[in-house]
C-alpha cells in the first residue's frame, strides 16, 4: 500500500504561482510513475500531467504545458507541481496518484489517489 498526501493548495491572484507537494509514505520503494488530476467544481476529473519513476519522463495537458512542471525527489518521497502564470480556469481541487506504469492519463488506471489539495484563483 501507498499512503499519498497533498499539500501547498491556497487562494492565489491570476498571474501567481503555487508549488503543490505530495508526499508518499508506505510501501515507496516501489517503482511508480506520479501524476497530478484536477476536479473543477461540476466537472469531471482530469489529468494534469504525470512523471517517470527515475523523473526523465513528464507528460503534460495540454492545458497547462508551458506554466505547470512536474518534478519529483525520490529520496524525500515527493513528488511536486509547480505551476505558474496561474489563471482562474485553474481552480479546482488538485489530486497526486501513482501508478507503476508511466503514461498513463485516465484516473481509473491509477492505483493509488491521495485526499487532493484545493486551488483557487481570483481573477
Known amino acids: 500500500q501507498v499512503q499519498l498526501e497533498e499539500s501547498g493548495g491556497g487562494l492565489v491572484q491570476a498571474g501567481g504561482s503555487l508549488r503543490l507537494s505530495c508526499a508518499a509514505s508506505?510501501?515507496?520503494?516501489?517503482?511508480?510513475?506520479m501524476a497530478w488530476f484536477r476536479q473543477a467544481p461540476s466537472k469531471e476529473r482530469e489529468f494534469v500531467a504525470t512523471i517517470s519513476w527515475g523523473g526523465a519522463r513528464q507528460y503534460y495537458a495540454d492545458s497547462v504545458k508551458g506554466r505547470f512542471t512536474i518534478s519529483r525527489d525520490n529520496a524525500k518521497n515527493t513528488a511536486y507541481l509547480q505551476m505558474n502564470g496561474l489563471k482562474p480556469e485553474d481552480t479546482a481541487v488538485y489530486y497526486c496518484?501513482?501508478?507503476?506504469?508511466?503514461?498513463?492519463?485516465?484516473?481509473?488506471?491509477?492505483?493509488?489517489w491521495g485526499q487532493g489539495t484545493p486551488v483557487t484563483v481570483s481573477s
Open positions: 496518484a501513482a501508478a507503476r506504469t508511466y503514461g498513463l492519463m485516465q484516473q481509473i488506471q491509477y492505483d493509488y
Open positions: 508506505g510501501r515507496t520503494s516501489s517503482s511508480y510513475a
